[in-house]
Nanobody, 114 residues
Framework: QVQLLESGGGSVQPGGSLSLSCVAS????????MAWYRQAPGMQRVLVAH???????NYATSVAGRFSISRDNSKNTVYLQMNSLKPEDTAVYYC????????WGQGTQVTVAS
């Protein structure tokens, strides 16, 4: 059974930072592409950042230069470091794994507000 457990969400003021983590089980993590998506109220779920099994990364234009995705294969964990947060970054953030299909975490809320 595949499980993706996210942690690290919360509330922060504009300009602040948060770090999300996602621990995976039930997959061969080292060969899995991983990603973070987000979904704001009333909006579609969209890709935030993606990392291949080889460590290559790509980002949504809206977060490039502010967010950083990384992975630690020894811990089966993918991270999302979010800096210079803006109110428009407010959303539920979902961890995603590509391993013989699509797998999703339960989501973690990130709120950016004064």
């Amino acid at each position: 059974q595949v499980q993706l457990l996210e942690s690290g969400g919360g509330s922060v003021q504009p300009g602040g930072s948060l770090s999300l983590s996602c621990v995976a089980s039930g997959i061969t993590f080292s060969v899995s592409a991983m990603a973070w998506y987000r979904q704001a109220p009333g909006m579609q779920r969209v890709l935030v950042a993606h990392i291949t099994r080889g460590g290559a990364t790509n980002y949504a234009t809206s977060v490039a230069g502010r967010f950083s995705i990384s992975r630690d294969n020894s811990k089966n964990t993918v991270y999302l470091q979010m800096n210079s947060l803006k109110p428009e970054d407010t959303a539920v953030y979902y961890c995603y794994a590509s391993f013989y299909g699509d797998h999703w975490g339960q989501g973690t809320q990130v709120t950016v507000a004064s």
